[in-house]
């Protein structure tokens, strides 16, 4: 199986700041990589396809880049919405793995 | 609007079955791939299972291989989860998904939309 690793596991900002999440995977996944936003008590929402692929709807302040292994997703400006536990999902081959989540709090 | 809507959760016995069902609405649900996706409390996110869109391939997570069943009534646009010989590790939050794919489990699909959840507790 493909371990999804994503670092830091928890961070604490400010709104406004520029915030960089990263995701790495065990082996080459090429760009098959996805990123999710999952608040309390609701449904996770997709953000990002294929590691750089700004979903519909999804403020343009998120973006993706990577391939291979090593994956970020960054917010240019933290609003008070974003904040939420972020989670990769690679999607290269079964089984789907995600990675462990990262939870964004306010500062 | 594309609409998900779980349903069937409770609380179990180790051992016992439940099965857990996903109304889908909004969409041409013969036409995509199908997901369970669960979370284990103060846990992340974990991959149950797929179906392809036509119901003929299925993919499980080892953890519950030969325990758990997906299948699909096209005719009722609902997705349904077998789940058998329960475990207290099963109890989680399981979530239905739409694949972007028809595939189950594609290479290079993501899940869109995710249902609400339902809650699965297994104790005695």
């Known amino acids: 199986d493909i371990q999804m690793t994503q670092s830091p596991s928890s961070l604490s900002a400010s709104v406004g700041d520029r915030v960089t999440i990263t995701c790495r995977a065990s082996?080459?996944?090429?760009?098959?990589l996805n990123w999710y936003q999952h608040k309390p008590g609701r449904a996770p929402k997709i953000l990002i396809s294929?590691?750089?692929s700004l979903q519909s709807g999804v403020p343009s302040r998120f973006s993706g880049s990577g391939s291979g292994t090593d994956f970020t997703l960054t917010i240019s400006s933290l609003q008070p919405e974003d904040f939420a536990t972020y989670y990769c999902q690679q999607s290269y081959s079964t089984p789907y793995t995600f990675g462990q989540g990262t939870k964004l709090e306010i500062k | 609007e594309v609409q998900l809507l779980e349903s069937g959760g409770g609380l179990e016995l180790p051992g016992g079955s439940l099965r857990l069902s996903c109304a889908a609405s909004?969409?041409?649900?013969?036409?995509?791939?199908m997901s369970w996706v669960r979370q284990a409390p103060g846990k992340g996110l974990e991959w149950v299972s797929s179906i392809s869109a036509g119901g003929g391939n299925t993919y499980y997570a080892d953890s519950v291989k030969g325990r758990f069943t997906i299948s699909r009534d096209i005719s009722k646009n609902t997705l349904f989860l077998q789940m058998n010989s329960l475990r207290a590790d099963d109890t989680a939050v399981y979530y239905c998904a739409k694949s972007s794919g028809s595939a189950a489990a594609g290479t290079g699909d993501w899940f869109d939309p995710w249902g609400q959840g339902t809650l699965v507790t297994v104790s005695s």
């Open positions: 082996q080459s996944i090429s760009s098959y």
């Open positions: 909004g969409f041409t649900f013969s036409s995509y791939a």
């Open positions: 294929a590691a750089s």
